[in-house]
Nanobody, 123 residues
Framework: QVQLVESGGGLVQAGGSLRLSCAASGRTFSNYAMGWFRQAPGKEREFVAAIRWSGGTTYYADSLKGRFTISRDNAKNTVYLQMNSLKPEDTAVYYC????????????????WGQGTQVTVSS
């Protein structure tokens, strides 16, 4: 089991940037693949990005590639999501996910999830 807590969400204007953090505790963080998902009210949960435990391989939703960057700092038990050139359609609750199997994170069936952090992009 691993506990996840997201932070860094907030209100930004279109074109701005935001950096989300996800802090993990309870188990050995370095053994977990990590990912980010987002969900707006009335819409399906959407894959954003994922990163292997080694940090050497990353995955992104095609529509977000080039604007969002996922990274991790295993010494701090933290994964980050850098979001640039934000658009109003990026408005959603962003969730952190973790699992020992990378593909379980990628397809949205990770064993651990955070509580979410709200990101609102104004126009």
């Amino acid at each position: 089991q691993v506990q996840l807590v997201e932070s860094g969400g907030g209100l930004v204007q279109a074109g701005g940037s935001l950096r989300l953090s996800c802090a993990a505790s309870g188990r050995t963080f370095s053994n977990y693949a990590m990912g980010w998902f987002r969900q707006a009210p009335g819409k399906e949960r959407e894959f954003v990005a994922a990163i292997r435990w080694s940090g050497g391989t990353t995955y992104y939703a095609d529509s977000l590639k080039g604007r969002f960057t996922i990274s991790r700092d295993n010494a701090k038990n933290t994964v980050y999501l850098q979001m640039n050139s934000l658009k109003p359609e990026d408005t959603a609750v962003y969730y952190c996910a973790a699992d020992t199997i990378t593909n379980k994170v990628r397809i949205g069936v990770a064993g651990s999830w955070g509580q979410g952090t709200q990101v609102t992009v104004s126009s």
